[in-house]
C-alpha cells in the first residue's frame, strides 16, 4: 500500500533558521506531491505542489520543495524561518491519474519556531 | 468567493448514535473528498464524490456513507458511532475535469461519548 513517511514530529528552531522536513513516499509510479501548512485554529492550506516538470518548486511565504525521484524524497525547505511560520507542515502523495482525488498524507510535523 | 464550508463547528455524540456532517465545496469546484484527521495524525481519506456517486473509497467500514446533491454539496454519515470515531473530519473540493488541488474546509470536530 502506498504511504507517506514524515521523519521529523517536532522541530523546533529560533528565528532566522534554516528548516528542511523530510518527507518520503512509497510508490513507483507517477505522484502528484504537495506541502499543506496548517496554522494554529486555521484549516488546512496548500504551500506548494508537484506535478511535473522542473523538480524545484517554489511555493508560497519563501518555502521551496525538491522532488527527488531516486529517493522517492519530496523535502520541504525555508532559508530562514519566522515566528509566523509556526504551524503543522503536512506532506501529502496523490498517486496515478490526474483525477483521482485520493491523498494519502504523512503523519505531520509540528513546527515551533522561538523569537 | 466563498471557501468550502462545513457545518457543524463541533458536535458531540453518545456511542451507537448516528451523524450526518455537511460541505459546501469551493465555487466552481463539482467533486468532494472526505477525510479523517485523528489527533496527532495525518488526514486518512474517506471517500470522494463525483457527479453524485461515490468515485473513490478509503479503509473505512460501511458504517461511514455519503452523498452528493445536484448543487455539490455533500454529507457524510457515520452510523453506529464508536469512540474511536472521534476526530476532526474534513471536506476538500476540487474540479474534476482540471484537478489541481484540492482546497479544504475548517472541518467538524466530532467527539462520541
Known amino acids: 500500500a502506498q504511504s507517506v513517511s514524515q521523519h521529523n514530529h517536532h522541530v523546533i528552531l529560533s528565528e532566522a533558521a534554516s528548516l528542511e522536513l523530510g518527507c518520503n513516499y512509497s510508490y513507483g509510479g507517477t505522484v502528484n506531491l504537495f506541502w499543506y501548512v496548517q496554522y494554529p485554529g486555521q484549516h488546512l492550506q496548500l504551500l506548494l505542489k508537484y506535478f511535473s516538470g522542473d523538480p524545484l518548486v517554489k511555493g508560497i511565504k519563501g518555502f521551496e520543495a525538491e522532488f527527488i525521484k531516486s529517493k522517492f524524497s519530496f523535502n520541504l525547505r525555508k532559508p530562514s524561518v519566522q515566528w509566523s511560520d509556526t504551524a503543522e507542515y503536512f506532506c501529502?502523495?496523490?498517486?496515478?491519474?490526474?483525477?483521482?482525488?485520493?491523498?494519502?498524507f504523512g503523519q505531520g510535523t509540528t513546527l515551533q519556531v522561538k523569537p | 468567493d466563498a471557501g468550502v464550508t462545513q457545518s457543524p463547528t463541533h458536535l458531540i455524540k453518545t456511542r451507537g448514535q448516528q451523524v450526518t456532517l455537511r460541505c459546501s465545496p469551493k465555487?466552481?469546484?463539482?467533486?468532494v473528498s472526505w477525510y479523517q484527521q485523528a489527533l496527532g495524525q495525518g488526514p486518512q481519506f474517506i471517500f470522494q464524490?463525483?457527479?453524485?456517486?461515490?468515485?473513490q473509497r478509503g479503509n473505512f467500514p460501511d458504517r461511514f456513507s455519503g452523498h452528493q446533491f445536484p448543487n455539490y454539496s455533500s454529507e457524510l454519515n457515520v452510523n453506529a458511532l464508536l469512540l474511536g470515531d472521534s476526530a476532526l473530519y474534513l471536506c476538500a473540493s476540487s474540479s474534476w475535469s482540471s484537478y489541481n488541488e484540492q482546497f479544504f474546509g475548517p472541518g467538524t470536530r466530532l467527539t462520541v461519548l
Open positions: 465555487s466552481g469546484h463539482d467533486t
Open positions: 501529502a502523495v496523490n498517486v496515478g491519474s490526474s483525477n483521482t482525488g485520493k491523498l494519502i
Open positions: 464524490y463525483y457527479e453524485e456517486e461515490e468515485r
